[in-house]
């Protein structure tokens, strides 16, 4: 099992719908999750990070954590021709604040005017 | 703020060959990491530094590969000798604490 698994996708959606990404992870004692955006031939973005249990949100991103699952979601409501990229989804293991991330494969998102 | 900067941002070498990847770190940031990133393998860890010292290599894939970092706003990632299966883009990040802010990469490419 890998340590934080993602689908590759290709996810697509409609110009103006909600687009759901998903993450799971292996490490139950993991405390801190992050995503982050890669356009084609670009670096990774932090986009959003979560540390509790619930939702954060930020404009038309909400980050889902849910430790008993196992399991971090990414919403992007409205979505926009913009967002089509590649959404990697980051765990730090254990309860360090310091120390590596693992990283899925990330999920390719399209979003089709 | 400048961001994460590295250089160069495209090597082009033969096998065989040195190859010397350069990262300055966000002013303020105590930690720094090294990514390789493949279509085969995805984005992984090469090793990370906190203030200046090594903390985990484990993914360095090889002796040929070497990393230091001298002060807090310079660090290098040395392969020696390069190989063809070492083409890959490599990303440097540095982090206050907990989030992680990459650089624009160095796309390597060994003939």
């Known amino acids: 099992q890998k340590e934080v698994e993602q689908n590759s996708g290709p996810l697509s959606v409609p110009e103006g719908a909600i687009a759901s990404l998903n993450c799971t992870y292996s490490?139950?004692?993991?405390?801190?999750f992050f995503w982050y955006r890669q356009y084609s031939g670009k670096s990774p973005e932090l986009i959003m990070s979560?540390?509790?249990?619930g939702d954060k949100e930020d404009g038309r991103f909400t980050a889902q954590l849910n430790k008993a699952s196992q399991y971090v979601s990414l919403l992007i409501r409205d979505s926009q021709p913009s967002d089509s990229a590649t959404y990697l989804c980051?765990?730090?293991?254990?309860?360090?604040?310091?120390?590596?991330?693992?990283f899925g494969q990330g999920t390719t998102l399209q979003v089709k005017p | 703020d400048a961001g994460v900067i590295q250089s160069p941002r495209h090597e082009v070498t033969e096998m065989g060959q040195e190859v010397t990847l350069r990262c300055k770190p966000i002013?303020?940031?105590?930690?720094l990491f090294w990514y390789r990133q493949t279509m085969m393998r995805g984005l992984e860890l090469l090793i990370y530094f906190n203030n200046n010292v090594p903390i985990d290599d484990s993914g360095m894939p090889e002796d040929r590969f070497s990393a230091k970092m001298p002060n807090a706003s310079f660090s290098t990632l040395k392969i020696q000798p390069s190989e063809p299966r070492d083409s890959a883009v490599y990303f440097c990040?540095?982090?206050?604490?907990?989030?992680?802010?990459f650089g624009p990469g160095t796309r390597l490419t060994v003939l």
């Open positions: 490490d139950r004692g993991s405390q801190s």
């Open positions: 990040a540095s982090s206050p604490k907990n989030e992680q802010f």
């Open positions: 980051a765990v730090r293991l254990g309860s360090s604040n310091t120390g590596k991330l693992i």
């Open positions: 979560i540390y509790s249990n």
């Open positions: 002013s303020g940031h105590n930690s």
